[in-house]
């Protein structure tokens, strides 16, 4: 399989996997026209979309290719039905696509229905686990994006985390200032200045690496949890992640 990111919008990436016949699988294609022209100037063929939630940036695509390509299987949960989702689905199911068999894992926070997609050692996990961050909670709790979170960091290190925003210079921005000294977080930090500087992709990212510099998987760190003054017994498990994502909403 090969893996392509298509930019759209303002900041979004759309993810696709092409197989060596031109077969290809769109996910959360925000405007069609960026993957029209790719699949156009590579001769691919669209098979099916995954969707991993509603927001519009994800989903606005989806009409215009289904009326080009109307053969098109499009899977997403139920909140997407209504931008053009044909089969539902929800955690435990499994999407049977290319070759592929991608499980389907529930990660609410960022939307109540948000859902990724694994099929080893590809994660598309829309807006909840970005490089060095995490969603904004535009409807769930922290404590439900908090144990979306465990659930993806079960995966394997060689895990691609194929998130949909280039997020990961504002990210690092933000855990530097929270660990100043942390020296993994430094030097990830500048690495992806000068990456972005070059108008350079930080994606995907591999969930190894996550481990190390995004602070919302390392929320059992005594360095993080003193910095944020939540280190007490008391508190919940969750309580230092929505710590750090009020702090990141206010960065």
Known sequence: MNLTSIPALQDNYIWTLTDDDGKCLIVDPGEAQPVLEKM????????AILLTHH????????????????QLE????????SKGAKTRV????????MGLSFEVIATPGHTLGHISYYSAPYLFCGDTLFSGGCGRLFEGTAEQMYHSFQKLNQLPGETLV??????????????????????QITA????IKDLRAENGI??????AHE?????????????LQRALSVNSPAEPVWQTFAVLREKKDAF
Not at 55 to 66: E, R
Not at 74 to 81: A, K, L
Not at 211 to 220: A, E, K, V
């Open 211 to 223: 481990r190390s510099i995004n602070l919302f998987l390392r929320t059992q760190d005594p360095d």
């Open 90 to 97: 929800r955690e435990g199911d499994r999407v049977e696509v």
């Open 74 to 81: 499009v899977f997403g949960p139920e909140e997407t039905v």
């Open 55 to 70: 927001h519009n940036d994800h989903t606005g695509g989806v009409k215009a290719l289904c009326e080009q390509f109307p």
């Open 202 to 207: 930080s994606l995907p990212t591999k969930l």
């Open 40 to 47: 156009a100037a590579n001769g691919w063929q669209p098979v």
């Open 162 to 183: 194929c998130c949909a925003h280039e997020y990961t210079l504002s990210n690092l921005k933000f855990a530097a200032a929270i660990l100043p000294h942390d020296p």
């Open 188 to 191: 990830e930090y500048q690495k």
